[in-house]
């Protein structure tokens, strides 16, 4: 069974930084691309970023382009996002997901952007 485990989120005051890391514990993921989504109360769940398996190409959401950095490590089987001036409607559930023939999504890590 794969699974894929969130950590570094948090409460944190507006303009601050996290980093969220992802990691797959036995399971080789370098072959599959790697996302955050994230979803907050009463909303959809939305694709933050995405990065391929090589980590040469990456997407990210308009709302967090300017701010946000996604990273893998594939020797640690960790893909990371780095937020920067984290802003209230930033908070939500943030997910990882890993995708080639098969997805496998993360249990999530809760994010709260509050002063």
């Known amino acids: 069974q794969v699974q894929l485990v969130e950590s570094g989120g948090g409460l944190v005051q507006p303009g601050e930084s996290l980093r969220l890391s992802c990691v797959a514990p036995?399971?080789?993921?370098?072959?599959?691309?790697l996302s955050w989504y994230r979803q907050a109360p009463g909303k959809e769940r939305e694709r933050v970023a995405r990065i391929s398996s090589t980590g040469g190409g990456t997407n990210y959401a308009d709302s967090v382009k300017a701010r946000s950095t996604i990273s893998r490590d594939n020797a640690k089987n960790t893909v990371y996002l780095q937020m920067n001036s984290l802003k209230s409607e930033d908070t939500a559930v943030y997910y990882c997901?890993?995708?080639?023939?098969?997805?496998?999504w993360g249990q999530g890590t809760q994010v709260t952007v509050s002063s």
């Open positions: 997901y890993a995708a080639r023939v098969y997805a496998y």
């Open positions: 036995g399971f080789t993921f370098s072959s599959y691309s």
